[in-house]
């Protein structure tokens, strides 16, 4: 069965720390990996999008790994600030063709100031 | 980036009344439409995917005839509930994406509360 775990539930930290979440996933085949933001009472934002071959990407203060053998990826963001408050959720695609994704439960960040 | 809207982005109704939410694609002709069911601390759920001009194929355990899809135009896909009950009161969130890739614009979001 296809699946996309997410750890932490959630997590809360201090404005202007870094922080990790983890996305570990046992999806197959794998065509790639994203990584998205969902602002409460919002539709998700897409941060990064993973292939099999890429093992890091950054977009601005997020920064997302891929381990395709350990089947692992992490979020870093950096330098947190408030408006980084949000769900993060992890999105595994399977089957391109009929646009097959598994979701992870995602992550609740609150920044505190 | 590609643009999805979703209309209404509110709506409350009373139990037995249908309800329509539109989806569109702003700036790009959606070949596939994906609409989503997002209940309070939990993830997005898929009921239903939508193939311009075709029939949509639900996920197991949605009802077809309660959550109708149109998908009659490339920028137009809508979610019809039917007989809403407090029940489906949720967060329904559309995606589109354009031929055979897999990258996906999600809407914003239409907050339905079945009174």
């Known amino acids: 069965k296809n699946q996309v775990e997410q750890s932490p539930q959630s997590l809360i930290i201090l404005e202007g720390k870094n922080c990790t979440l983890q996305?570990?996933?046992?999806?197959?085949?794998?065509?790639?990996l994203r990584w998205y933001k969902q602002d409460t009472g919002r539709g998700p934002v897409s941060l990064t999008i993973m292939t099999f071959s890429e093992n890091t990407k950054s977009n601005g203060r997020y920064t997302a790994t891929l381990d395709a053998d350990t089947k692992q990826s992490s979020l870093h963001i950096t330098a947190s600030q408030l408006s980084d408050s949000a769900s993060y959720i992890c999105?595994?695609?399977?089957?391109?063709?009929?646009?097959?994704?598994?979701f992870g439960d995602g992550t609740t960040l609150t920044v505190k100031p | 980036g590609a643009v999805v809207s979703q209309h209404p982005s509110r709506v409350i109704c009373k139990s037995g009344t249908s309800v329509k939410i539109e989806c569109r694609s702003l700036d790009f002709q959606a070949t596939t439409m994906f609409w989503y069911r997002q209940f309070p601390k939990q993830s997005l759920m898929l009921m239903a995917t939508?193939?311009?001009?075709?029939?949509?194929?639900?996920e197991q355990g949605v009802e077809k005839d309660k959550f109708l899809i149109n998908h009659a135009s490339l920028t137009l896909s809508t979610l019809t509930v039917t007989s809403a009950h407090p029940e489906d009161s949720s967060f329904y969130i559309c995606?589109?994406?354009?031929?055979?890739?897999?990258?996906?614009?999600f809407g914003p979001g239409t907050r339905l509360t079945v009174l």
């Open positions: 995606s589109a994406r354009f031929g055979s890739t897999d990258t996906q614009y």
């Open positions: 999105v595994v695609i399977y089957n391109t063709n009929a646009g097959k994704s598994t």
């Open positions: 996305c570990n996933y046992t999806v197959s085949p794998f065509s790639n």
């Open positions: 939508s193939n311009e001009g075709s029939k949509a194929t639900y």
